[in-house]
């Protein structure tokens, strides 16, 4: 079956600095990879996605590139703010079998003033 | 913004007691699901369900889990006889649509502890 493959955490930041999230896959059919977050106590929210190869899916300042051919979709933000901090799923829908998301481990990111 | 509500936002049980976790999907959404994540692991998919019945479940949907939409707004997950193993946060979730392009707007969980 699919599977998503996060980089662990937490990753601790100060403000202002850049974020990389990893986030990898295995799919068996056509992928649609997804980013939530988690602010704390809350749910997840959809935070970006993409459709299709080379989509580069952004909001908030964070951005993901859906790169086929090395089958990932890493996060990135050029300027993180306290406010960001939360946890960070990778997950994946593959149109090829059930559209039902498979969901990374997550990734907590701190970011310090 | 429309939202999903669940509640309560913290139950907690005692083992073998059965418990209901109640959800109120996006009023014009079609799809429901339930999730469950364990402290520190990853969300798993429970169960999907749709026109009053389920469309998909995963291998943890045993017999002791079971789904009802009893009204037109509420939509509940029911464990029978709970165990230890059961204790983890439950997500409610709705879709428009079941493809990837209807993405999945959750609601902020249910916390079981179950003692």
């Known amino acids: 079956g699919d599977s998503v493959t996060q980089m662990e955490g937490p990753v601790t930041l100060s403000e202002e600095a850049f974020l990389t999230i990893n986030c990898t896959y295995t799919?068996?059919?056509?992928?649609?990879p997804f980013w939530y977050v988690q602010y704390p106590g809350e749910g997840l929210q959809l935070l970006l996605k993409?459709?299709?190869?080379?989509d580069k899916g952004s909001n908030k300042g964070f951005e993901a590139t859906y790169r086929k051919e090395t089958t990932s979709f890493h996060l990135e933000k050029g300027s993180v703010q306290v406010s960001d901090s939360a946890v960070y799923f990778c997950?994946?829908?593959?149109?090829?079998?059930?559209?039902?998301?498979?969901f990374g481990r997550g990734t907590s990111l701190i970011v310090h003033p | 913004e429309p939202e999903v509500t669940q509640t309560p936002s913290h139950q907690v049980t005692q083992m073998g007691q059965e418990v209901i976790l109640r959800c109120v999907p996006i009023?014009?959404?079609?799809?429901f699901y339930w999730y469950r994540q364990i402290l520190g692991q990853k969300v798993e998919f429970l169960v999907s369900f749709y026109n009053n019945e389920i469309s998909e479940k995963s291998e943890i949907f045993d017999d002791q889990f079971s789904v009802e939409r009893p009204d037109g707004s509420n939509f509940t997950l029911k464990i029978r006889s709970t165990k230890l193993e059961d204790s983890a946060m439950y997500f409610c979730a709705s879709s428009g649509g079941a493809d990837s392009n209807q993405p999945q707007h959750f609601g902020d969980g249910t916390r079981l502890s179950i003692l």
């Open positions: 993409a459709t299709k190869a080379d």
């Open positions: 009023s014009n959404h079609l799809y």
């Open positions: 997950a994946l829908s593959d149109r090829g079998g059930s559209y039902i998301p498979t």
């Open positions: 799919a068996t059919g056509y992928p649609s």
